[in-house]
């Protein structure tokens, strides 16, 4: 099913960091460049979004929903495609409502997206929203689930000799997409997810729901780098960010992909990786999360 005609998968790339800095520890970091693939339905938003849709289109659903912050990827890419699609949608936003929107809940708003602002204890009894909506296709937060991670595995093929790359490093929200490049994984290679949740104890557990058996002990979850918590952020990350861009023209956002570079950078420092190892780090998207902090970054993203 044709989503809509601008996907852009061609220009989709793997780009070599060339650093003195991984250079002297004998690693070679390549980066998978999935925000090449949408300006709006970025990364891997997608492929976590792929198999809903399908199921949305077979059951001819004529209503979707689904759930998540201000500062969303997944609330702005579902209510893209639901207005491509001309479906009604509604986005389940977790706090109250803002007087100033962020731009990235402005835009839903613009494609027509229904935004319904629930407390923080509202938003965590999802199953009673669901329930009270019987005539609405819920999409899981994030692209969570099965069919998100069914999705995400068909990631690694778009990256030319993947089973040369001893480690896989993305940043971790819901565990979705590295659950699925796991499980497309080879037995050689380890998958990193880097955590910018602060405190979320089952977020290991979430991500392991989703991974085959065999594929759980090649599966790690590091802690620690949040920077204060989900879409918060410390003047040494937006520091971080603008030498990445200057230094390899990368663009980062500061809600996942910086965070997990930085922890990428701390890690190899540390020697967490074996030397002569090629590393490929997954760019999830989300630049469109940086718009809220334009005096701050030095890049139109």
Not at 142 to 152: P, R
């Amino acid at each position: 099913m044709e989503i809509y005609d601008d996907l852009r998968l061609g220009d989709i790339r793997v780009q070599t960091i060339n650093d003195n800095y991984f250079d002297k520890l004998k690693l070679r970091v390549d980066v998978l460049r999935l925000d090449k693939i949408h300006p709006v339905v970025s990364g891997n938003k997608w492929f976590k979004l792929k198999y809903f849709l399908q199921q949305l289109h077979e059951e001819k659903s004529i209503a979707a929903a689904t759930f998540g912050g201000a500062f969303s990827n997944h609330i702005i890419a579902t209510a893209f495609v639901c207005n491509q699609l001309k479906i009604k949608c509604t986005g389940f936003v977790r706090g109250e409502e803002p007087k100033k929107y962020s731009p990235t809940l402005a835009d839903a708003k613009a494609l027509n997206m229904q935004l319904q602002f629930l407390s923080r204890e509202q938003y965590r009894d999802k199953q009673s929203i669901i329930a009270s909506n019987p005539s609405m296709f819920f999409i899981p937060e994030g692209g969570h689930g099965a069919d998100g991670a069914k999705g995400a595995a068909e990631i690694v093929n778009l990256v030319p000799g993947f089973s040369a790359y001893k480690y896989i490093v993305g940043a971790v929200g819901t565990g979705t997409m590295m659950s699925g490049i796991a499980n497309a994984s080879y037995s050689n290679q380890k998958c990193i997810g880097i955590s910018v949740m602060k405190n979320n104890y089952s977020l290991k557990d979430e991500l392991l729901a989703l991974v085959h058996e065999t594929v759980k002990q090649r599966v790690t979850l590091i802690d620690g780098f949040h920077f204060g918590g989900y879409a918060r952020y410390t003047e040494s990350l937006i520091d971080f960010i603008n030498m990445v861009w200057n230094k390899h023209q990368l663009p980062l956002d500061f809600v996942y992909t910086a965070k997990a570079m930085y922890a990428l950078y701390q890690l190899a420092q540390k020697n967490y990786f074996e030397p002569y190892s090629n590393l490929l780090f997954i760019h999830s998207g989300g630049l469109q999360g940086n718009r809220s902090l334009k005096q701050k970054i030095h890049f139109d993203s």
